[in-house]
């Protein structure tokens, strides 16, 4: 037996590869030219510098999806991040110890997304949205009810500034982070069994689990990662701003979304992955600058948020027909 | 139990298994016993346990009661994993593959050659499954995914899968359901090596000439019981199918003959510009056309296009005399013609809806008024149909995921004939059905017919086609290369066709 169905390199082919890199390409170029200052290299900086936050949340999410699951709470859980690395280290916690803790609270919460989805089979979008409105309660409890935690980070934070405002030579450390947090994370699902297994148990469940993977638990796991990675973009949004803030994470799970469907969509066919999840934050980043440099209203952002989650989840969508 | 001839081993022994599911009990108190070097096929009616007993053996069901052996040794099954470690490989009724991952992917789904760090060693899988395929025999492009490939290729992907561990049981459950005269000879080979090389293999079929054909011993079951085990040369298709349904079947083919009525239905030079070249024919009411072709022909292609899942690139259609193109199968209903597809799992169900729901789908709008569904009404319809069709479940509402194979078949037989169409497109409907409901499936054909609509029958089973058609057309590489009177013709000729697209001289008496 042959296969006598060869994998088709036709036009619409490479349009469904290529087509969204090539519309980011379109992007910056229409930007290049109506704004010249869309190309300074500090601007191009500061865009990568502002995609982080979103960035490592995105990749938590691609986890979550790729194992057939979806993440809500992120943005949430974001935000408990800031207010509660604030909260230990205006305690005087060093400040290493206080970074593990609240990665460690993010896979907690990762785990309980974890609990209800995979081992208690609730749908996704109901499980993880109890997650994401219930950890606003400990942020304000943290508060005492403000909506910031007095005192910024406590004393001065070299390492919290360095992550979240320094630069190595021209690059913001912030990018970097990124890009190594991501370059881990395309490890994991890409190149290990188990990254292989999240990706059968999203693909076809029964399937998977007749080959001896046990389904629940590589979600379960996915959860896990999705909720570090969460706490994780929190601790650089803390660092960034120099404070905690109540319910700051939330407007980014819209981009993150928006992210991770549109990454689905670039060269790999039509399944998330880390790769194109970075791409996809990388180019709502640009978009966002675009709107700034040309002045767009405030209101302007909101609406074109909604059409680019739109927009990506139905282009990933046609693609995974 | 009598004793094993000769001195074979005993590798498998299941002593007094039983396993209840709600409102059914699938096993009772069954007894299995597989040497190594054997083949022991199973066999038995839609429903009768088969599939259950070997989801006990490969650890996917636990069993209430009861203990499994394995070389002598009682073993406490905990997981799929521990069976397939024990040498126990297994492909299932309904093929378990990823569709988006490759070939090779496929292959080592759940065992990837693992490095330091649990980081998949990619070439050496890739090239482990170059080996594999090669010892197989098969050449596939292992990087296609494994959607793309027809289903003998995906079977042989599951096969590969299966022998990766070198398993010394190997298990499968209705393996040829899908497959091409010429896959299952290449099977029935690849099957006797084994046997050769002392693996105890456990065969389902639904086929007597295959049971008969390649296995040692039979193991007839019957309401989830054990009834007999028999050696196969001491046996004939008569005793065990009497067995298997607990009474004489005497009728295999009813045909009832029919006044031939006005044209239903018409195509002319119809091609999808590939595979299907310039194909035309006519269905009349009362009337069933056979198309009968090998694999890549281009019959499932055609199926196909005829119910609006692929497009036409040349060609018209005329249904009753007016001109139509069908964009999806949608179109296709709305101008009466039903596709009853092959591929149940993928294109025919809704596996998480009720039996009720799933048969009345596609006819709905016939139980609403006023934009409420007559459920008095459809629930009595569902009830008939469930009868009709001997469908072995606990109840309208039992989610068809839960039904066995055959039964979801029958399913989704009941929900085309409710769509009332006046065409209906049946492409392998016996495939993985049991004898009864065979004929039950024929006998409601017939019914079709007396209520004046057209049938098209695509089917790889000769016996089939001579029995219950009127004319036959035969493919051959995309075009028609035979069109006749059932009555004027006969096996050899179709065969013929099939394999050569001619009649050689020599050959033709
Ligand atoms: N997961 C399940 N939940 C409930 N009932 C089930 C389940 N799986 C099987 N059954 C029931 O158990 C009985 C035996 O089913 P099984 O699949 O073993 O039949 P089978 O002999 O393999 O039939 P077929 O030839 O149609 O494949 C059937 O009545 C079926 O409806
Ligand atoms: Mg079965």
């Given amino acids: 037996m042959k296969s006598n169905e060869n994998v088709r390199r036709g036009a619409g082919d490479l349009i469904a590869r290529y087509g969204t890199l090539g519309l980011m390409a379109l992007v910056c170029l229409f930007l290049a030219i109506s704004v010249p200052a869309f190309i300074q290299p500090s601007n191009l900086f500061d865009v990568l510098r502002q995609v982080a936050v979103v960035g490592i949340m995105a990749c938590g999410l691609t986890y979550a999806v790729a194992a057939g699951g979806f993440d809500l709470s992120v943005g949430s859980v974001a935000a408990l991040s800031t207010v509660f690395v604030a909260w230990l280290l ?81 690059v913001p450390v912030a990018a970097l982070v990124m890009l190594l947090v991501a370059a881990v994370a395309e490890i994991v699902l890409s190149k290990t069994a188990l990254g292989q297994h999240m990706y059968a148990a999203g693909g076809d469940r ?37 404070l905690g803030q109540v319910r700051i994470g939330e407007p980014y799970l819209m981009d993150a979304i928006a992210a991770v ?61 | 139990m009598h004793d094993p001839p000769s001195t074979e081993q005993r590798v498998l022994a299941m002593h ?35 599939s259950t007993l070997i989801k006990v053996l490969t650890g996917i069901y636990a069993c209430d009661e009861g203990c499994i052996e394995l070389d002598g040794r009682e073993v406490h099954v905990r997981s799929t994993r521990q069976m397939q470690d024990l040498g126990v490989a297994c492909i299932y009724q309904e093929l378990n593959l990823i569709p988006h991952f490759d070939v090779a992917q496929n292959i080592f789904l759940g065992a990837e050659p ?45 096969i590969a899968r299966a022998l990766l561990h070198n398993p010394t049981i190997f298990v499968l459950d209705e393996p040829t359901a899908m497959l091409t005269r010429a896959e299952i000879g290449y099977l029935f080979g690849l099957l006797e090596r084994l046997k050769e090389q002392g693996v105890g293999i456990l065969y389902i079929s639904h086929r007597m000439e295959e049971v ?110 007016e ?25 025919g169900l809704v596996l998480s809806f009720t039996v009720r729901e799933n048969m009345t789908l596609a006819g709905l709008g016939r ?32 989610v068809v995921q839960e039904l066995s194979g055959g039964n979801q078949q029958k399913v989704v037989i009941a929900k085309a004939m409710l769509s009332q169409a006046q065409v209906y497109v049946f492409d392998e409907p016996t495939r993985g059905v049991d004898v009864g409901a065979k004929i039950e499936i024929y006998r409601l054909i017939s019914r079709l017919l007396q209520g004046g609509a057209g049938v098209i029958l695509f089917s790889s089973e000769l016996p089939e086609i001579l029995h219950i058609t009127d004319r036959v057309m035969v493919m051959f590489r995309g075009r028609m290369v035979l069109d006749k009177l059932t009555q004027q013709t006969d096996a050899d000729e179709l065969l013929m066709y099939a394999l050569k697209g001619e009649a050689s001289e020599t050959d033709v008496s």
Wanted: charged letters at 20%; hydrophobic letters at 45%; a positive charge.
């Fill in chain 2, 212 to 321: 008969f054909e390649i296995a040692d011993r039979v193991t007839v079951m019957r309401d989830g019981k054990n009834v007999a085990s028999l050696q196969v040369a001491e046996t004939n298709p008569d005793q065990v199918i009497s067995l298997m349904v607990g009474r004489q079947l005497d009728d295999m083919f009813p045909k009832t003959d029919l006044e031939i009525g006005p044209q239903l239905l018409a195509v002319g030079g119809m091609g999808d510009g590939a595979l299907v070249q310039d194909v035309s024919f006519e269905v009349r009411a009362g009337q069933v056309v056979g198309i009968y072709g090998v694999l890549g022909s281009g019959t499932a292609e055609l199926a196909g296009m005829l119910a609006g899942d692929r497009p036409l690139a040349a060609g018209k259609m005329l249904v009753r005399g």
């Fill in chain 1, 90 to 170: 205006v305690r005087n916690v060093p400040v290493l110890a206080a970074l593990l803790v609240v990665l460690a609270v993010g896979a907690a919460c990762g785990w309980a997304n974890g609990l209800f989805c995979a081992r208690l089979r609730i749908v996704p979008w109901v499980g993880t949205l109890a997650t994401m409105l219930a950890v606003v309660g400990p942020q304000f409890m943290l508060t005492g009810g403000g909506s910031q935690i007095p005192g910024g980070l406590g004393p001065k934070q070299p390492l919290m500034d360095f992550l979240g405002k320094g630069f190595l030579g021209p």
């Fill in chain 1, 261 to 321: 469907f549109l990454g689905s969509t670039v060269i790999k066919e039509g399944r998330p992955h880390i790769l194109g999840t970075i791409v996809g934050a990388i180019f709502m980043g640009i978009m966002f600058n675009g709107l700034t440099l040309l002045h767009t209203p405030y209101w302007g952002f909101y609406l074109f948020r909604g059409i680019m989650v739109f927009a990506a989840v139905a282009l990933s969508g046609f693609r995974s027909r």
């Fill in chain 2, 16 to 50: 007094n298994i039983s396993k209840d599911f709600p409102g059914v009990r699938a096993l009772d108190h069954v007894d299995f016993s597989l040497h190594g070097g054997e083949i022991h096929a199973l066999v038995g009616e839609n429903g009768a346990g088969k």
């Fill in chain 1, 206 to 242: 029964v399937a998977a689990e007749t080959c001896g993977i046990d389904s629940r638990r590589v979600l379960w796991l996915a959860y896990i990662f999705s909720g570090v990675l969460a706490a994780g973009s929190g601790l650089l949004m803390a660092a960034r701003m120099g």
């Fill in chain 2, 323 to 347: 001109p139509t193109t069908f964009r999806s199968p949608h179109h296709a209903l709305r101008d009466g013609i039903a596709l009853i597809p092959k591929d149940r799992r993928d294109e």
């Fill in chain 2, 367 to 398: 139980w609403v008024s006023a934009g409420l569904i007559r459920s008095r009404e459809e629930k009595a319809v569902t009830r008939d149909q469930i009868e009709a069709l001997n469908v072995r479940t606990y109840g309208a509402e039992q």
């Fill in chain 2, 114 to 158: 693992r490095g330091k760090l649990g980081l998949v060693r990619w070439s050496e899988m890739y090239r482990e499954a170059e080996r594999l395929l090669g010892t197989l025999g098969v050449s596939l492009d292992l990087r296609v995914p494994v959607r793309k490939l027809g289903f003998g290729q995906r079977q042989m992907v599951i």
